[in-house]
């Protein structure tokens, strides 16, 4: 292997790459530098000894490694140290060639919060961490203060949670294989399956903007305040295949959600920017839940040609009837409603909405 610094010794603080490693090497570099566990994730995914491996310990794309020759990517580096996370991830993919692998680490904010001495410190520590998630987390999203938060951070450390570097890994065109959390830190192998999205508008801000299916298919944007990580849309298919579906119809294991996101989806807060829909005339009062590509492809196809037919809603059926959340129960439950609607089109939503009223505010319905 051949690149351009003439060291063995990794230095994190710059984008220093180990020079004509033997294979040997290679695992005595990572056990140095990580320990055995994380020798043995790689090794677990990877042919470590060999010449089309490469190791190095990079924060800044990697434009200086060779364009052929090799097959995967281990870098030692956290992400969290990278200044353009991004610009990273897609110089790792224009270096690799379909079906390679890449291998990386990266600091979730809970396992910071784990380590970090004011931890145990009542009071102290709820200041201490709420002035760093605003300062590591909000201020490198937030137009002119990310200038603010690169001057002096330098950006390093910064506060990343396990959904957004995942999905932007999905993003920059990376397959997730596994991930697997070692000594504090999250270690992920993915594989590159096409060119990166090259996502220059990513949606930071607490409005989001949803991509859904309308009336006859038509693509809409379905306002709610924001209740995931950023980059979480990226996601939503490796969700569903490695987790499926949960008993309350949501995706399962869904990492995606912020703890704040949770309490909000309880009581609908989430869905009140969807009156923008309404006045728009994207979606109407009453009406089947609007839902994406994704999730469209699992329902059956007779339920896909009557939705097709109708404008979603801001209130679904299953509220109304009063039934589960599960896949199933909803899916009945729309059409039930859809049947009804085809007979009576005038007074289907009327009775609908009422409904739906009374379970809310009398059976104390909540959403999943």
């Known amino acids: 292997m051949t690149t351009s610094t003439p060291t063995v010794k990794l230095d994190y603080s710059q984008a220093n790459i180990a020079d004509e490693l033997q294979p040997p090497m290679l695992s005595l570099q990572i056990l140095l530098d990580s320990g055995k566990e994380v020798y043995d994730y790689c090794a677990d995914n990877v042919i470590i000894n060999s010449e089309t491996t490469i190791v190095i310990a990079s924060t800044t794309p990697i434009s200086d490694l060779p364009n052929t020759g090799f097959n995967t990517v281990i870098n030692l ?29 990266f600091e979730t904010l809970a396992a910071r919060t784990e380590r970090h001495k004011f931890n145990k410190i009542p009071v102290i520590s709820t200041i201490y961490f709420a002035v760093e998630f605003i300062f590591r987390r909000v201020f490198p999203k937030v137009y002119g203060l990310k200038k603010i938060y690169f ?25 997730i294989i596994n991930f697997k959390h070692i000594n504090g830190l999250t270690y992920f192998v993915v594989k590159k399956v096409k060119d990166p999205i090259f996502d220059m508008k990513p949606s930071y801000g607490p409005l989001y903007r949803m991509p859904r299916l309308g009336k006859n298919g038509k693509q809409i944007g379905v306002y709610k305040f924001r209740t995931m990580h950023p980059y979480a849309e990226y996601l939503q298919d490796y969700i569903l295949k490695t987790y499926g579906y949960a008993p309350t119809g949501k995706p399962a294991n869904d990492f995606r959600l912020t703890p704040w996101g949770v309490f909000m989806r309880k009581l609908w807060l989430d869905e009140l920017p969807q009156l923008i829909n309404l006045m728009k005339g994207d979606l109407k009062l009453v009406g089947i839940r609007p839902v994406g590509k994704r999730y469209m492809q699992d329902i059956p196809k007779d339920l896909q040609a009557m939705r097709l037919t ?13 039934r589960k959340s599960d896949v199933l129960s909803v899916q009945n439950a729309e059409r039930e409603y859809l049947e009804e609607k085809l007979k009576h089109p005038y ?13 809310i505010i009398i059976k104390c319905k909540r959403s999943a």
């Not at 109708?310 to 009063?322: D, F």
């Open 77 to 105: 580096a956290k992400v969290n140290n990278f200044r353009y996370i991004n610009k990273f991830f897609e110089s790792v993919n224009k270096k690799l060639k379909t079906g390679d692998t890449f291998i990386g680490c």
């Open 151 to 175: 001057f002096i951070s330098k950006g390093r450390n910064r506060l990343l949670s396990k959904a957004e570097v995942l999905g932007r890994l999905v993003c920059c065109g990376f397959e």
């Open 310 to 322: 109708q404008k979603p809603g801001c209130i679904p059926p299953y509220v109304a009837l009063n």
């Open 347 to 359: 007074t289907t939503d009327t009775k609908y909405f009422f409904r739906a009223l009374y379970n």
